[in-house]
């Protein structure tokens, strides 16, 4: 039984690989539309590769020297043997995620394009195809990476007892996430800089200052403005996910062989993310809308396949769990109902906060009536007040994973069941990082449609389609925030174990009351802030140097604004690049080195609270600006939507300065911190030997 569970994972890769080729055949057969459309789109996926090689060539250098580190460490014995290869395999293959992702999204822009040309469903029909493609590489990937890895290190410790043999692998493989951890965050960060650094520039410049619309082709910003959205959004959301996809599996393995359930509670985890690959191929297929659809039916539409898909996995999970357990564990299938349901509930109150078809985002869009200042204390206001649910949905998806597991009998049994909830959250990720992906995809097609003179009616499909893509992308967001909250909650407690199977005797005080434990609250508390303030103020520095080569352009190059001139886009293109890859790597490397550093002063115990500490806020502040910053943005697309006076009035004006204060919380600092969470543990638990014997204290 537990031979062909573990069999499912490559089965589920394979057949998550196949869909995405399906789907990427399916929209590269759609025509591009005119040549003016082929040339907008030629410039955004020369602007997007050329931002994407440079980046790989950065990122490459620093995997170089950790692999260096690393294997010094792994010959001295203070990391696993197989770490430094690992390390390598999962940077690798969570920028494979991000990059395959990408190259079908610039492809698919301009045909999603000319689809609404045709209809609004086979608009949203090109562009879901283009996010699925992204969605079932990240999952596919994700098995492929792990299966290769677990059938090596069968074979490695072949001659060992079972349950010696299970320890040993699941030990080996919990090291295994920062290689992924690592190319996400300075994916998300540098994707995340570059794209906020155009948008705010070109909003500045041209809508506020020159009085043009969005996605104006007399805008120098506005190529870079839609090449950010698919290296931030798309290649940067990618790695982002493929992450997080690892990091709960990985840690559910580690927890199921500490709570004494082998081979078998390993082999749930991964039977889990196949079943999900499956109902979410099936789901994608019940994706559909009718022409003139409101904004509550295209959500509708998105939200029918995932709900599907969840039910597919509900429905399987029992008799996977009765197959593996029997009914005396049947707890554990409740656990991950508890999984399966938190994600839907922060999911859709992330939507509620954040859609204009709801009152939070329609009350904030009233408030541009009175001016900047107002539109902008109301979107703090609302995200702030937006956290308090989704705490409470984590919190009681813990409590009750933890004791329907079995948690008040056998500890560690819980602490598997808050794993399994982690990974049943992340089993439908294939369809719903399909509905995030496909976000960015009808961004730029409304910016294809408006730069290539397109019909009026065509730029109104492309504008409903973009509008519920900002809404999928915070739900995606709140989404992928949630699952990090659990991941890094089973991560914490993997750690734990770790130090437990090194050094057997070592005696944890995990009191607050202890002074390492409580510097540690404290030092992992700030973390998320310090990392959400430098990654802020790379945006505005790079976002400055764009709105003064903008304004320079719009005063040096005659013929501009009347037509008879063009823009150097390229040149803003550049400017974006060298920033974002200049400024990516603070940040980046505050998640790598601080960890290592809190753990040889303060010891394990202060690791923990460091860890604890930055988990709690860092999931919360994330939350806050990812969702103030989906509702500044859609709030100035229900003004531009002909409430409130409409495009060009003084409230529209407001509500574009609310939308440039929300662009760097939604699109990078709010995102990047739920890596930063998970990105600390796996680095924590990577040089855990090193720690526990050179520790200060």
């Excluded at 509670?265 to 109902?279: E, H, N």
């Excluded at 915070?474 to 992928?480: D, E, N």
């Excluded at 601080?594 to 999931?619: C, D, E, K, R, Y």
Aim: glycine share 12%; proline share 3%; hydrophobic share 50%.
């Amino acid at each position: 039984m537990e031979d062909f569970l573990f069999l499912l994972g490559p089965i589920g890769a394979a057949a998550a690989l196949l869909f995405s080729l399906i789907m990427a055949r399916r929209v590269l057969r759609e025509s591009e539309g005119n040549d003016r459309m082929k040339e907008i789109a030629q410039h955004i996926r020369t602007g997007a590769n050329a931002y994407l090689k440079r980046q790989y060539k950065g990122v490459a250098k620093f995997f170089v020297v950790m692999v260096i580190i690393m294997a010094v460490l792994a010959f001295m014995g203070y990391v696993n043997q197989f770490t430094p290869v690992a390390f390598l395999t999962g940077g690798v293959f969570s920028a494979l995620s991000g990059f395959f992702g990408m190259k079908i999204a610039t492809a698919a822009n301009s045909r999603t394009a000319n689809a609404a040309e045709h209809s609004l469903n086979k608009g949203l029909r090109v562009a879901f195809s283009a996010g699925s493609v992204m969605g079932f590489v990240v999952v596919g990937l994700g098995c492929l990476d792990m299966s290769i890895w677990y059938y090596f290190l069968r074979f490695w410790f072949r001659d060992l007892d079972p349950a010696i043999q299970a320890q040993q692998i699941a030990s080996a493989m919990l090291t295994f996430g920062m290689g992924a951890s690592a190319m996400a965050l300075f994916a998300r960060v540098g994707g995340g800089i570059f794209t906020k650094a155009a948008d705010v520039g070109a909003d500045l410049v041209g809508k506020v200052e020159a009085g043009i619309p969005e996605d104006d082709p007399r805008n120098p910003a506005v190529i870079a403005d839609n090449v950010g959205d698919n290296v931030g959004d798309v290649a940067g959301m990618g790695a982002d996910l493929y992450e997080s996809y690892a990091g709960a599996r990985l840690s559910a393995c580690a927890l199921a062989v500490s709570a004494g359930f082998g081979f078998g509670g390993m082999a749930v985890p991964i039977a889990l993310s196949a079943i999900g690959i499956f109902a979410s191929i099936i789901g994608s297929f019940f994706v559909s809308t009718k022409e003139n659809a409101s904004q509550r039916s295209l959500l509708s539409a998105l939200r029918r396949g995932t709900y599907i898909s969840g039910i597919l996995v509900a429905v399987a999970a029992f008799f996977l769990i009765r197959a593996v357990f029997g009914m005396d564990q049947i707890g554990l299938y409740f656990a991950i109902l508890s999984g399966l349901l938190a994600g839907i509930l922060v999911g859709y109150f992330t939507e509620y906060y954040t859609s204009d078809t709801y009152k939070p985002t329609r009350n904030l869009a009233e408030t541009s009536e009175t001016g900047p200042a107002t539109i902008v204390i109301g979107g703090i206001s609302l995200g702030m007040m937006s956290t308090a649910i989704p705490v409470i949905i984590i919190a009681i998806s813990i409590l009750a994973s933890f004791f329907l597991s079995g948690g008040a009998a056998n500890y560690n049994a819980g602490l598997y069941g808050i794993g399994l909830s982690a990974v049943a959250m992340l089993s439908t990720l294939g369809i719903t990082l399909a509905t995030d992906a496909y976000g960015p995809v009808a961004d730029n097609a409304g910016g294809i449609a408006e730069m290539a003179g397109l019909g009026e009616e065509v730029r109104e499909r492309t504008d409903a389609l973009d509008s519920l893509g900002n809404t999928t992308a915070a739900t995606g967001k709140g989404f992928a925030i949630g699952s990090a909250a659990l991941t890094a909650l089973a991560l914490i407690a993997a750690y734990i174990e770790q130090v437990r199977v090194i050094k057997p005797d070592f005696a944890f005080d995990l009191s607050v009351l202890s002074p390492t434990v409580l510097i540690g609250l404290f030092v992992g508390a700030v973390l998320p802030f310090v990392f959400a303030a430098m990654t802020m103020s790379s945006v505005g520095r790079a976002a400055q140097s764009i709105v003064v080569e903008v304004r320079r352009q719009f005063k040096e190059i005659k013929g501009i604004m009347d037509g008879t001139g063009k823009p150097d886009y390229e040149r803003c293109v550049d400017m974006c690049t060298r920033s974002a890859q200049k400024e990516m790597i603070p940040p980046s490397l505050l998640a790598i080195v601080v960890p290592v550093v809190v753990g040889l002063i303060l010891g394990v115990n202060g690791v923990a609270g460091m860890l604890a500490g930055s988990t709690i806020t860092g999931f919360v502040l994330a939350i806050m600006m990812s969702n103030a910053g989906g509702a500044w943005d859609n709030a100035k697309k229900y003004i531009e939507g002909g409430h409130h006076g409409g495009k060009g009035s003084d409230c529209h004006k407001a509500a574009v300065v609310g939308d440039t204060v929300g662009d760097p919380f939604k699109d990078t600092s709010g995102p990047s911190i739920n890596i930063l969470i998970k990105l600390l543990s796996t680095v924590s638990i990577v040089f855990v030997t090193l720690v526990a014997n050179f520790s200060i204290f």
